[in-house]
């Protein structure tokens, strides 16, 4: 076996603290291992901040951790599942999931303030999720929905400091950094959709290499993976990107996968429900099963739009 594992890892105070988190299971299960965080440059955050495309799906938060592991420069790598394109670099594999933190999304005002049905109309709530702002409409047409960039610290900072009336954040991401004094509420899946993949970690490493892949054997949870296999080939179907505004809930029930999901439009207030329960040993053929009946229940017309208001963009 190695003696020496490298994680490669982007710099944000979230990624690092999934890093060490990574790197502790690891050491709990292997405690001889020399076990190595290596901090990777990404140009994730600058696409972010122009604007990226829901239907672009090629490594937009990963690339460059990815062509670490391609390249040798590190041995696996640590992502937030929702960050993960559906369509991966040959080459690499998802390795082991680890146990999911809770997958909802919460609301954060200034000294855990109102909930969302209690912000006043004309409210300010800030985030960059095409899919946090169609469900907040949604819900809450009087609001005024702002974009909101940068990592979680700096977003609660500038709610602090008056920009905002209250911003939406995953709320593993608010847990894991020890911030959930500034939330108001944890808002349910039955109402606010999580992204696919939201609160789980993945660690990717190279196909072959079977000394990882031992290791990361030991981490892996299989119903956390079960899952995301499920909301991975949801998305798929429906051939979006992490910025694409659909939502998904899974549920493991014995033998089953029970799901429900949606697709939203991005200019009109308008959406596409479905649901569907389905075997759990076939959990990606649930998830495109669920996309199947999102799509017939209206989400195809819905996507249509999406693509020609791309189209238009590249234009």
Partial sequence: MKQTIRIGTRGSALALYQAELVKGSILREFSLLDVRIVVIKTSGDMVRRRSASPLE???????????????????????SAKDLSVHMPEGLVIGAVLAR??????????????????????ARVGTS????????????PELVVEELHGNVDSRIKKMQKGNYDAIILAYAGIKRLGLTNHVSEILPEEIFYPAPGQGAIVLQSRA???????????????????????ERAFLARLEGGCQLPCGISTVLDGGRIRTRGALFAIEERKWAEGEHDGDAADA????????????????????EEIKKGVRGQAS
């Fill in 129 to 140: 999720s095409l899919r946090r702002k169609a469900q907040l409409l949604r819900l809450c």
């Fill in 284 to 303: 990606a053929g649930a998830g495109q099963t669920l996309a199947e009946v999102v799509l017939s229940n209206g989400g195809r017309e819905i996507l």
């Fill in 208 to 230: 072959g290499d079977r000394e990882i892949a031992e290791v990361l054997n030991s981490l892996n949870d299989k119903n956390t993976a079960d899952r995301l296999e499920c």
């Fill in 101 to 122: 933190e809770d997958a909802r999304d919460c609301l954060l005002t200034p000294n855990q303030g109102k909930k969302l049905a209690e912000l006043p109309i004309g």
């Fill in 57 to 79: 799906t090629k490594r937009m938060f990963t690339r460059e951790i990815e062509d670490a592991l391609l390249d040798d420069r590190a041995d696996l790598a640590v992502h």
